[in-house]
């Protein structure tokens, strides 16, 4: 079985080259997923160039979904497959067996983005081989995509073979998202392929070209011929090499879509034949550049990204800076900064997982990596949600409510609510399977309004606000004013029926977190209306309007919002034992010992034993929901009571979810719980990275890069917004000597290091008052030292 | 590369067994095509369980058509794979490849239908196990596809994991033709996918089931759980086989389309539920009886069509005689005799190439078979094409003649034309890739008035003329009346601008085979209407009706038809060479030596060093177009002649075709070129059994096994019809002693033996006149014999 090797890299290099370093054609998902590379616009999974039986090849565009048949869900178009490259050597097809590989080596390059891989190849009939590959996805230029590979015969001349081009017959596991409207060989070499999808009507232009260089020479008459086939175009390259010396095929690719943010000033989208046009011109472009020089301006992007993002851990112990490093690489790669049209997937563009769409993940997970990394994004991010009240309001209507209710799975933003209510068929029943998380996993609508005032506390950005956000928060308030359920005989209103954030517990009452994130979002909303009503006349204008469109007022609504929150049931803690129930009966559940499934190494093991329905009656949750509340909201109850909560709610849970250890992990920093906060810090970051071989294939898991940052950052790093100032309580692991991480508050580009007796603070902007390490304290402009 | 070996079987089995020797994971297309199972409703390419990269696996209900897309030609949808085993043997995944194959042998049993693999195999540790994969598709019970594995571990325990199900992630090579609306696992066991076509609404049910037997005892209780992905449904069976014993797992799987025959008598397609249902049912039926039971079944019905169909051959020299059985069992493979709603595709049921439609492959060189050895299959046959009136009659009208003008591809019967007139576009030059042969290659209309002219000759079927026949022949011979052109200053009608067989011409003028054939055409019809008026009134009465629709008559159309077959121009031979241009200008074209290309293993490479507008200017031909001619109607010059144009054209024709060298051998057979006769023959045998491991992969070309038959028959054994009688002009080749064919002579059941000396002929009905060797004779009923 392969291994993940972290320490491939040394000096420069150190803690950014990961590396496969066998391989077995049994676990080729893994390093697809966990290399993938792009840019946030797109997404290419890091596939072999030739072929083998399990490979899922996989290129994603943001933003173009499509559905395949009317019954299915709309998702991502696997768009179509430009890794391909069979290689004849001597006759004899290239793939790599255990009898074949001399040596090899795979690795992915944090810091350029750059994959490679090199392989010592030995035929059949003794010719030994030199392959070396090389990948990248442009930074800077977010259409192309720049290949090559090398290839050195060792101990013969040899007659190479190599078939590349262009394959759309990839489909989305079976199903066909896109017809071509045009194939093409534009002067004999420059291939390219014009689809479009066949619901949602996007159009995608796939290009690309082959340069031949024999010994470091390009070689214009490199015998080339073109082949077509259905849903195919390919380029067949025949050379001979000397032995000793070294040809290279460069592969330069280009992809568009008539969806690209180019488009969108025009006000229409374009033609097929212009996307296609666009994209041969910029294939043109970047060919005459060729790899070496694509490579060097994306590699320039990379820099600036990793001087302002990079986290320092001055560690010697373990693999803990290049896992950060891994989950910042994925931050940057899912995220595409200035369209706010797009959200980011659960799987983010690494693989068919989840279907591209937008969960709770982007906001409570994600988010508050950008919010306080790269606040401009964060912003786009919330655009794209304010973009998505149409939906939201949509969605709303149809479930009989007032106000925005948010989709639980978001794709386009007109979409509204995607999540496919029957998912399928019980295949040993025939019954339907009902998928309830779009209808009553509710909290997604205050989480967004949760991040949504985070990231105001982060950025004083008040021109969202004023856009944006105050409109967000009051038509999100509104649903919950038409959710709550008023129970006569508990004299008090309750939320009754949902799927809290454990999502093995259906139909539950009163889940304390989704209660008590209504309550916040109710809050917020009353305090819109009396901020606005004061100083924003304009908008509180224009939203009253809107009140007065839909049958009401600001007043009544801020007067039935006061009244409902001091009605909401808020569920307190047990008296006794100090235990917020997660629900309501939740105490009265059965407990059983759930260490045997706690410590599988696969997710899910509990079924193995036991029914849903069993585990919907046990004290067994998927993930943090309890502890994720106390870590979003400390003050609902005192620090002893969150301590014996985090302990009563880990034992019972699985941690079925990516969603899960790194919140553990910030929470068990907070209590001062070490070696826990340690050990769960390094499980959640090495989901993706670890040695588990199998559980990546659909796509690396999204949210939980957001929670490893945020575990370095919040957690080991004690960052925390309190009442709208910044608080440090910084809690260094002893396995580090120091970290250090870069934040922006109110503005301020901050310089943070964390080490064993303190924290360092170099300010880049203003001066601000903070409270850190228990005090309040002025954090001035340029550097600043404050030990325990 | 692997050795097809034609003399695996020995004594009661010798000439039924083909053998693949070896095995090569580049050449797995060879013998998915030709070891094809089927029975004319279903054809099952012969893909190997475990899955290798180039197989094309492929599964096609006939008559089931559907467009993927809108822009898309219709084409049979390659249903599901249930031929998938995947097989894990102590942990390792059973593929085959030189290192791990210690003894292989596949066979097809042309006898009993059923496929067989033996395969001895050592694994990485040293295990060695014998596993034996047995298959065929039932002729009994046309849904019904069985299948097993037998495992034999030779020196170790062994624990053994199959996974085997339906996935229908497969497309026709990217196109996906289905979408699924349900899938289940009744009773845990019976695994089954409802799917339907994407556009042409045929609902299809797959469904399977798998029975584990261990030491030949039925083992319920073998662990199998069931796993459910995106367009599949798969049973993962986990064994643990002492050393030396023997586990099997069955697998039986039942097909239905809601185009089934069986539906049919109830005037509407059924609800895909009903589809659902039937084939559950079926499987249950089929389950219970199990392997063997299936098989007999099966076998039976194998064993009756052996009785009548088999020819045999008495030679000890080479492999014709499982060569002739092969082309046998094709044929008897590729029609659905009982329906009269579906046609016979250019490659049958045995692989997407040329997309299931039907040409004048079926008429030219598969009906003749049928029409002498099961009139009644032959008569079904040509009411597709009466069927096809509809369509031929809109076609006609789309391309401003009267009448029928028959599709040169056709599918629906209510279709019409089916030839896409763009295939795609020149991807070098950006021009759309025009096909013409919808539109001007025209024979075929007059190709099945032939073929139905010579079936009323050899099976006096009033019925069928009276119901069909008649109104076909004239509504096609209304079409070559509209059809003909007045050319002043030559004073005649002339056919221009048309394709003959020789596809390598394009826009000739009076092709000679095109006008003849449409002169005979429109002759039979003159005769028609002249015989109808006097003694069919009924039908006189009814056709006269149709015409006057039309606005025209009966009357009318004998009179110009009369008068436009008088001014036809047909070519006639050139006075001093006796050669009959092939069309206008023919003898003009520039002659080439075309000997390297005709001696090449590949069809096509003319055009590696000429242009296919070069290949138009020359004397170069695709296949037999004049020598066609003469082998249909010998009577439009004479036997010298023939044998002119025999050789002046054979040395032009690049049998770039299957329809080719067949032809040319009956041909070299009545002019007595023994060797050469011989030589085309064997040629022809071999052209999908031969030792060429690519050219099958699309599928066998299936006009060519009619083809061979025709070759035996026609040309060895010298059958004609001529002027409604039967004439016998035997050739027995000098590398045979004598063979024996089946024929049906205007109901007369006879078995024919030509030797040496002569014929002798067993005619099982009653006594007729015929022509035999150069003498009117009488065939009695009973024994006859003629000799020389």
Known sequence: MPVMNYRKGTEKEKSWIIEETSFNEKYTGKCESVFTQGNGYLGLRNSLEEQYL???????????????????????????????????????????????????????????????????????????????????????????????????????????????????????????????????????????????????????????????????????????????????????????????????????????????????????????????????????????????????????????????????????????????????????????????RVGIGAKALSGEGYKGHSFWDTETFIFPYFQMAEPETARTLLEFRYKGLYGARKKAIENGYKGAMYPWEAAWVSDGEVTPYVTGVNVHTGEPMICLTGVIEQHITSDIIFALWQYYAATDDQDFMDRYGYEMTIETARFWNSRLEWIEENNRYE??????????????????????????????????????????????????????????????????????????????????????????????????????????????????????????????????????????????????????????YEARTLHDSSLSKAIHSITACDLGMEKEAYDMFMSAALTDLGQEMKSSDAGIHSANMGGVWQDVVMGFGGIRIRDGHLRIAPNCPKQWEKFTYPLYWKGNELHITVCKDGVEVINEGEDFEAEIMGQTVTVSKGKNEFRA
């Open 54 to 340: 399990n490979t899922v090849r996989g290129m994603f565009i943001t933003g173009t979904f499509n559905k395949a048949s009317k019954d299915e869900v709309t998702e991502l178009p696997n768009v179509s497959d430009i890794v391909n490259m069979e290689i004849e050597l001597n006759g004899e097809r290239f793939s790599m067996n255990e009898n074949n590989i001399k040596e090899y080596s795979r690795t992915l390059n944090l810091y350029t983005g750059e994959t490679c891989r090199n392989v010592l190849w030995k035929g059949k009939n003794g010719d030994i081989v030199h392959l070396s590959f090389h990948r990248f996805v442009s930074y800077e230029n977010v259409h192309v995509i720049g290949a090559y590979v090398e290839i050195k015969p060792v101990n013969c001349e040899m007659k190479v073979k190599v078939v590349s081009g262009i394959d759309a017959q990839v489909t989305n596991h079976g199903a066909q998202h896109l017809t071509e409207f045009s194939k093409r060989a534009f002067e004999e070499k420059f291939l390219q392929m014009g689809m479009v999808t066949t619901e949602s009507a996007v159009s995608i232009a796939v290009s690309t070209v082959h340069k031949v260089f024999q010994s470091g020479k390009y070689t214009e008459d490199a015998a080339s011929k073109i082949i077509d086939d259905r849903r195919k175009i390919h380029a067949e390259i025949q050379l001979v090499i000397p032995q000793g010396e070294t040809a290279r095929v460069e592969k330069i690719s280009t992809v568009h879509s008539s969806r690209d943010l180019e488009y969108v000033a025009s006000g229409k989208e374009p033609e097929g034949e212009n996307v296609c046009r666009d994209g041969l011109d910029n294939l043109k472009e970047a060919e005459e550049k060729g790899y070496e020089t694509l490579l060097e301006e994306s590699k320039k992007v990379w820099e600036k990204i990793w001087k302002k993002q990079d986290i320092q851990i001055d560690s010697k112990e373990d693999d803990a800076q290049i896992a950060v490093r891994f989950a910042l690489y994925h931050l940057q790669i899912m995220v595409r900064r200035e369209d706010n």
């Open 495 to 648: 939320i009754r029926d949902v799927i809290g954030p454990d999502e093995y517990k259906e139909h539950v009452d009163n889940n304390a977190y989704t209660n008590y994130m209504a309550h916040e979002n109710m809050r917020l909303a009353a305090q819109v209306i009396a901020c606005i009503r004061d100083e924003k006349k304009d908008i509180y204008g224009k939203m009253q309007k809107l009140m007065q469109e839909e049958g009401t007022s600001l007043e009544q609504l801020e007067e039935e919002l006061k009244d409902k929150m001091k009605k909401l049931y808020l569920p307190q803690p047990d008296e006794k034992t100090g235990i917020i129930p997660q629900f309501d009966g939740y105490f009265d559940l059965k407990e059983i010992d759930l260490s045997v499934y706690k410590n599988a190494s696969v997710v899910g093991t509990v079924f193995h034993d036991y029914s849903g329905e069993d585990v919907q009656g046990m004290q067994a949750g998927k993930q943090a929901d309890i502890v994720e509340l106390l870590y979003q909201m400390e003050d609902i109850t005192t620090p002893d009571n969150k301590a014996k909560n985090y302990v009563y």
